[in-house]
């Protein structure tokens, strides 16, 4: 019996490295580069918005503190 995937688990976890090599990209290139690394993994486009949004807003305030 196979279980169900987590889809946005798995799109975080695909684009976790990705958006590390990017965390000091603009805004634009970052969110251009990793929507589309994900895109073409398969992932939906809100799905990549979603884990893009995420890793973004991290980088910003990890770089506040």
Request: net charge neutral; no cysteine; glycine share 4%.
């Amino acid at each position: 019996v196979l279980e169900p995937v987590d889809v946005s688990d798995s799109a975080y976890r695909s684009g976790r490295k990705k958006a590390r090599q990017l965390r000091n990209a603009d805004r634009d290139t970052f969110y251009r580069k990793l929507t589309a690394y994900l895109a073409r993994r398969g992932f939906d486009y809100e799905t990549a918005r979603e884990v893009t949004d995420h890793y973004w807003n991290e980088f910003q305030v990890a770089e506040q503190d």
